[in-house]
C-alpha cells in the first residue's frame, strides 16, 4: 500500500489536503464522470497509513461508477476518505466539526465535480454540516431540505438481491432457510427485521455488544464475530466493512450463497473465482447495495418520490437475474457478469450506438 503504488491509479483525480491542527488527512477520489458528476459518501475512520486511505477511496470511487451504471442512474463515482487521527468514536464535537468544515472546503473548490453523501461514520447531520459551506451534499436529514438516511433503501434493495439470489441457487424462498447477517447498523439491522418478517431463522455478528442483545432479544442467534466465516448457513449477508472474503475464505466459507450491503465485499476478482467454482452464488454488492443511491440520487436529482425510490429499488433483483443469466451463459463469474452490463453503458461505442 506505498503511496507511490497508490498514485497509479487510473481515475480521473485524486485531491488530498492534511490538517496539521488535527492530524487529520482528506482525500477525494473522482473514478469517473463519463455518466455524470462524480458521486459517492464520505468515510472517516482511522487508517494505518495514508497509502491505505488512497486505496480504499480508490476501490470505492470505482465501485460507485460501476454502481451508478449498472443502475442507470446519471451519476459518475466517487469518494471520499477522511483518516481520522483516531477511531471516530475518540474524536471530540469541536474536532469533528473542524474537519467536516475543511472537508466541505474541499469539496466546494471540485465546483459540483463531485458530491458527497454520507458513509461508514458519516450521516444526515455531518451532511446538514457540510451543507453550510458546500452545496454538493446529497443526504442531508429532511428537516433540512435532504432526503434523510438511505439506510431503509438500501436494506430495502438487499433484501431483493437476497430473494433473487437465494431463487436462482435453487434455495426456493427466504422462509425456513438460516441467513447469517454480519453487521447490524442502519442497514444490516434492517435487513434482519425483513428477513425475519419473510420466515428466514436469523444468526447475527457484530462488535457491539447493545447491538447483540437487542438482536439476541428479538429471537435471533448470535455468532461470535470471528466465527463469522466458518459458521454454516444458506445465505451470507455481509453488511458491515467490504473485503471480507478473500481466496481462502472463499474456498472454505459454508454458505450456498452471498449477498449483502458491503462495498468491495470481494477481496479480489480470484475470490470470485473460487466461490463460482463451488457454486456459491454471489450477488455483484454494486448491484445489491444500489438502493442507497437511488434514494439519495432519485429524491435530490431527478425529482423523484419515495414510491418511484421503491420501484427502482426493488428491480435490483430483475437487475440481478440478467447478470446470473449473462454469467451463465458465459460462464464467467457474477462480479464479471456485472462488470459487462456496467461497462456496456460505460464505453463511449456503445453510447454512439444507442443513440444513432
Ligand atoms: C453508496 O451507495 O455507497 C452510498 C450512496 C451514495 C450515492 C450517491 C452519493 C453519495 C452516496
Redesign the pocket.
Known sequence: MSIDDELRWDGELTVTRHDRETDTTFVIRIDSTRLGPA???TRAAHYPSIGHALADAGK?AG??TL?MAVSDLP?GGGKSVIALPAPRNRIDSATWTRILDIHAENIDKLEGNY?????VNTNSSDMDQLSRITKYV??RSVDNGGAGS?AHA?ALGVFEAMKATARRRGLGTLDGRTVLVQGLGAVGGDVVRLAAQAGARLLVADTDPQRLEAASLAGHTVVPAGEVLRTPCDLFAPCAMGGIIDSAAAASIPTLAVAGAA?NILTDAAAGAVLRSRGVLCAPDFVA??G??FH??GREVLGWNEDDVVERTLGIGRTLDEVYSLSEERGITTEAAALLLARARLSPASATAAAT
Do not use: C, E, I
Request: aromatic content about 8%; charged content about 10%; proline content about 4%.
Open positions: 458521486s459517492g459518501g470505492l465501485a460507485m454502481k451519476m458530491w458527497t453523501g454520507p458513509d446529497f443526504g438511505s438500501t462495498n447495495n444500489a442507497g443511491a439519495l440520487v
